[in-house]
């Protein structure tokens, strides 16, 4: 499946969600599917979401950046720093 990532060519199109700040709204369980919360187009949006560490799980309310998008809507995140 196609994906959207942050890292690679720089000269590579980069998905416009690819860095945007969210927030988890379903824990996303080690190795499993959660939820997450990204402001789009003036409002807000959830989206599926997997972790950038598949081991580690990421609990709700913990704030996060997307570094991968899988279209139409299931994202790969990593916690914000």
């Known amino acids: 499946m196609p994906s ?11 998905h416009p969600l690819v860095g945007v700040r969210g927030v988890v709204t379903t ?3 080690a190795g499993g599917l959660g939820e997450v919360r990204l402001p789009v187009r003036g409002g807000t949006e959830t989206f599926g979401a997997y972790a950038a ?5 990421v ?23």
């Open 59 to 81: 609990p709700t309310g913990t704030g996060v950046v997307v570094v991968e998008v899988f279209p139409p809507r299931t994202l790969v995140v990593r916690p914000d720093a």
């Open 27 to 29: 824990t996303i369980p």
């Open 53 to 57: 560490v598949r081991a580690v799980p």
């Open 4 to 14: 959207w990532s942050a890292g690679g060519d720089p000269q590579e199109r980069q």
